[in-house]
């Protein structure tokens, strides 16, 4: 069963315009969530992180909103760039001793056109 | 530059060899990281490490095997290659569980298993 769930594989957005990538989990213990950026044959690299004591996070475009009572937080990129397009991976992990891994979901493809 | 290395970068390997994928970091971090990423699956965790000394399973462990001799290195084994194990995989690593300990990732091996 899958605890991560990015449920649209891709996106596609005008570029200036908003990108608004969405997450769902289904573990009531995940809170701390991350949000990764993948170009092709690059590695993963963190982007925005958020914990479970907060609704929102904030990072130059990029914002994390955290709604926990739904399990769902999203990743909004604003004004959205051609540099931008990427794979966007949602990932969680529940604190506590030796929590160290991550559980990502399948990702979101992002083109933004210029 | 500071971070992860693996490799090889890319390997083609006939069904029933025996292969290690090397990974290598400079960061002084405790935890280590071996994920494959799969079409349509996302990242997947084979194996972890919390620190130097001991080893994990994560989500997808059969056929693998991993070892932590020391802080800096930790290599992915695959003691009789199967053509499902075709997969990129990313080794990464993490200062410690803390919320502010993302997970670094290297560029990612590909293997393809005939």
């Known amino acids: 069963d899958q605890q991560v769930k990015q449920n649209s594989p891709s996106l596609s957005v005008q570029e200036g315009r908003i990108s608004i990538l969405n997450c769902d989990y289904t573990n009531s213990m995940f809170d701390y969530f991350l949000w990764y950026k993948k170009y092709p044959a690059e590695g993963p690299t963190f982007l925005i992180s958020?914990?479970?004591?907060?609704d929102k996070n904030e990072d130059g475009r990029f914002t994390v909103f955290l709604n926990k009572s739904a399990k769902h937080l999203s990743l909004h990129i604003v004004p959205s760039q051609p540099g931008d397009s990427a794979v966007y991976f949602c990932a969680a992990k529940a604190s506590g001793a030796g929590s160290y891994q991550l559980t990502f979901g399948k990702g979101t493809k992002l083109s933004v056109i210029p | 530059i500071a971070g992860i290395t693996q490799a090889p970068t890319s390997q083609i390997l006939a069904a029933g060899r025996r292969m290690t994928l090397r990974c290598t970091q400079d960061m002084r971090h405790n935890a280590m990281y071996w994920y494959r990423q799969d079409l349509g699956l996302g990242l997947r965790l084979i194996h972890y490490s919390n620190t130097a000394g001991t080893t994990g399973k994560g989500e997808v462990p059969d056929g693998y095997s991993v070892s932590r001799a020391n802080t800096d290195d930790f290599p992915l084994t695959l003691a009789s290659a199967v053509p499902s194990q075709t997969s990129v995989y990313f080794c990464a690593s993490s200062a410690g569980a803390s919320y502010n300990s993302p997970l670094h990732f290297g560029n990612g091996t590909r293997l393809t298993v005939t």
């Open positions: 958020i914990s479970s004591i907060k």
